[in-house]
C-alpha cells in the first residue's frame, strides 16, 4: 500500500462532551462518547481507506465511527475509550504504509474569522445547514478555515476545551476544513486561539 499518501493522522483523546454529541448525531458507525479517543484520518487516493480501516480493526478493539471516500480524499473515525487500543490502531495502518507520523502532511490554516453580533438574517441562513448547535442572533461567530480538511477535528475539540463555546458545524471532508463556533465574543476569541495553536503545533511533511 506503499502509493496511499497520508494528509492527515491524529489521535485525539479525552473528547469534549459537545464534540462528541455532534459526532454521534453525523456519523454513520460507532457511537464515540466523552472521554473517548479516536484517530481520524485523511488519505488518497479514497479508495485506501477500506484496507486499512480493515487492518486497524482485526488489530486492536476500537470500532469504526465512520469511513467514507469523497471525490478525492478517503477519510475515516475510529473509536474506543481506551487511549492504548487506538494507539495500536494507529500502528497498526502506519506498519501497513510503511509510514510514521512524520509522513502526514503538516496543516496550514486558510483562514480565520470573528463576526460579532451576528446579524438575524445571516444567522438564519447558517441554520439552515448547520449540523449542530443554533446559532442565536447576536452572538460571535468564530470560523476556522484549515488544509488538510480532517485536522479541523483537533482544532474543534481543543476549542470546545478552552472555553464555553457552542459546535455549529464541523466540515471535516473535502479540500478544506471548516469550523464555525458561537458564543460570546471574549469566549469564541479564546476558543479560537486554542483552535488555531492546536493547527499549528502538528508536525509533518510539507505538501
Not at 453525523?26 to 479508495?47: C, H, K, R, W, Y
Not at 469504526?64 to 469523497?70: G, I, K, P, R, Y
Not at 495500536?88 to 470573528?114: C, F, H, N, V, Y
Not at 470560523?143 to 479541523?152: F, L, V
Request: aromatic fraction near 4%; glycine fraction near 8%.
Amino acid at each position: 500500500m506503499a502509493d496511499i499518501t497520508i494528509r492527515a493522522l491524529m489521535q485525539i483523546d479525552n473528547l469534549q462532551p459537545k464534540f462528541a454529541a455532534y459526532n454521534g448525531a453525523t456519523v454513520q458507525g460507532s457511537i464515540p462518547l466523552a472521554g473517548d479517543t479516536v484517530l481520524i484520518g485523511e488519505l488518497a487516493p479514497g479508495n485506501g481507506v477500506f484496507g486499512l480501516i480493515d487492518r486497524a480493526l482485526k488489530a486492536s478493539s476500537v470500532e469504526a465511527t465512520s469511513q467514507m471516500v469523497e471525490r478525492e480524499f478517503g477519510f475515516f473515525i475510529l473509536r474506543s475509550p481506551s487511549n492504548a487500543e487506538v494507539s495500536m490502531a494507529r500502528d497498526a495502518i502506519l506498519s501497513e504504509l510503511g509510514a510514521s507520523m512524520q509522513d502526514r502532511l503538516k496543516p496550514a490554516i486558510a483562514s480565520t474569522q470573528i463576526i460579532t453580533s451576528v446579524e438575524p438574517h445571516q444567522a438564519q441562513l447558517l441554520n439552515k445547514w448547520r449540523k449542530g448547535a443554533l446559532l442565536v442572533p447576536g452572538q460571535t461567530l468564530g470560523i476556522i478555515e484549515c488544509a488538510p480538511a480532517a485536522y479541523i477535528s483537533i482544532a474543534t475539540n481543543e476549542a470546545e476545551k478552552a472555553a464555553e463555546i457552542d459546535i455549529v458545524e464541523v466540515r471535516a471532508v473535502g479540500r478544506f476544513g471548516r469550523l464555525f463556533i458561537s458564543g460570546s465574543e471574549n469566549s469564541v476569541q479564546t476558543a479560537m486561539e486554542a483552535a488555531t495553536r492546536a493547527i499549528e503545533a502538528i508536525e509533518g511533511r510539507n505538501e
